[in-house]
């Protein structure tokens, strides 16, 4: 099936610029980790930039929404958020920010295909590793014992590592993602059910912490540290993971937006092998709980992106030049 058509990139105009009500950052735009794509099918396109410093076109819909990826990772995240902020033909500061995407998370936690939103996202980067000669191989002891464990806070912490979202857009995300109607998918459920402590149910809304780290960690030792570390930041239990959010929130903070955004991400993986598994064979998980980790984050993040538009909590609309 080809693709519907998209407007041409065109350079942003400073005496012209767009101010669009929303805001949607995917990370990746390439199959088969195509987040962008049920987002551009489903919308009406009308105008695209090509805005400097970023990966792909800023495409703008008919409903006033703008939508382009960051790139997979902090350093692509951080940029592109950084460039759109910075381009004088686009202005963001009366728009709603949503990151919307696939992540991993424990199996202990939620469904497969689930979605959360979240209201913390942890920096997994920010912290000390320790290589100690009498490091165990246990999970639980390199957690547990202080002289073992092979994490720990930053000895220079101007600040805890770690951003609490605006409660009214969280509050007005839940209440818009209620009513969206989850995929459910038998291989995904399937796959599912050989994790013997994960949940007999299909995909469900969630809300909680959301932590972001550039290494792709995998393991259930690994799952253990990144517990930890959230308990010390009061952040417990972390519902997703990924590898973009803490650049995105700390590039509004710097020009002061960051009380505008949200993170939606849909569980596509667990973080762990299930039993019996290597880490190697569980690492990408299940192509049917991608594609459905893909699918739903779009679903909710379009219902959303329409509740904050409508329900507007931060009265931006009021503040608006447009």
């Not at 570390?229 to 710097?254: I, K």
């Amino acid at each position: 099936m080809s693709e519907p058509s998209r407007p041409e990139p065109r350079a942003p105009e400073p005496d012209d610029p767009v101010s669009p009500t929303a805001l949607v950052l995917t990370a990746a735009f390439e199959a088969p980790l195509d987040e962008r794509r049920p987002w551009l099918e489903r919308a009406t396109l009308v105008d695209a930039l090509e805005v400097p410093g970023t990966e792909t076109p800023l495409y703008l819909t008919e409903d006033d929404v703008a939508i382009t990826t960051t790139g997979i990772g902090k350093s692509d995240a951080a940029t592109t958020t950084t460039a759109l902020l910075a381009t004088p033909g686009v202005d963001l500061e009366s728009t709603y920010v949503v990151s919307s995407g696939i992540a991993g998370s424990s199996p202990e936690t939620t469904a497969l295909g689930s979605v959360a939103i979240a209201d913390a996202v942890v920096d997994w980067d920010r912290k000390h590793r320790w290589d100690h000669p009498e490091d165990s191989s246990s999970a639980d002891a390199a957690v547990e014992s202080p002289a073992e464990r092979p994490i720990d806070l930053l000895a220079y912490r101007p600040r805890d590592y770690v951003h609490r979202l605006e409660e009214s857009l969280v509050e007005c995300a839940l209440e818009a993602a209620r009513g969206v109607a989850l995929e459910a998918d038998e291989d995904a459920r399937a796959y599912q059910r050989t994790y013997p402590n994960a949940p007999n149910a299909g995909p469900t809304i969630e809300r909680g912490t959301t932590v972001c780290g550039d290494e792709f960690w995998h393991g259930t030792r690994y799952a253990r540290e990144v517990e930890w570390l959230c308990g010390e930041y009061d952040a417990e239990p972390y519902v997703t993971t990924q590898m973009e959010d803490a650049a995105t929130a700390r590039a509004l903070e710097r020009f002061g937006l960051r009380e505008q955004y949200l993170s939606v991400r849909s569980v596509a993986n667990y973080d762990r092998p299930a039993p019996g598994q290597s880490v190697a064979e569980s690492f990408d998980g299940n192509p049917g709980s991608l594609a459905l980790g893909i699918t739903n984050a779009a679903r909710v993040g379009e219902a959303v992106v329409e509740g904050l538009v409508t329900v507007d909590p931060l009265g931006l609309e009021a503040t608006s030049s447009r």
